[in-house]
């Protein structure tokens, strides 16, 4: 446990804390990785449960409109979160997942609620403009190429894992933005580790095909019908595969930190989504 509660897993990158002030005067903890932070034209965070309004299973800082939540609530945490990006929820751009790996550009100003576009990546190179992705237990991933000043995101559960959704994130970065690989930070927002996800063999299998020669480094049989799997393994694996240098891997688990981050195998369909949030800073130009 670290001094606010937290169980880190070691060996892994340190989310660290950062608090700020809500306009009420309550704080708004979330979680950034120095590496980023470093990376002075973009800005991002992954939010924690703490520091929204949102009610009962959603609290409090709950991102998703779709899941029951008081839309009003949600509105106002984007509107506290966005504040840490000079932004409001006006110029949030938040998709529909569809655990696939279909990647969008954006160029405009989004809405705060979700797009009808069922997309579960996106890039942008447009200051100002905050991209956002939802989960509980999946991998979201946020993607800074300092160089080229551009930015990308997204949802990456077993499925868009198995696709290899980020690295159809940096191929559109390299399209769009002649982004090269190397140049291109990439951070895993906090997520179900590889020791506490479970699956059934027929999805070890599927990596085992789709990750051929790669997938025993991420999945271990427990010889009971079920073997655990390092989604954020396969993800880095990916992510390696098409010269990315550096991938933060969180030392987060969601399932290990219930009152922290929501978690969907432990709390089902009753409760919120946190967010991976990154966006290019408007005064850098
Ligand atoms: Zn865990």
Redo the contacts with the bound molecule.
Sequence with gaps: MDEYGLKR?AGYDTLQIRTYENEDGSELPVLKYPELEKLAFAEHCFTMRQGGVSEGVYASMNLSWSRGDDPEHVRQNYTRITRLFHSDPDHVVVTRHEHGTHVIRIDGPGESEPLDMRYDGMVTNVPGIVLCALAADCLTVVFADPVQKAVGICHSGWKGTLGRISREVIRRMQEEYGSRPEDIVCGIGPS??????EINDEIAHRFMEGYPGQAPGFLVDKHNGHQLLDLRKACVASLKECGVKTVLVPDL????NPDYLFSHRLMGNARGNIGALIGIKEDIW
């Design positions: 897993n179900v580790c590889g020791e506490c996800y688990c969601t399932m290990e």
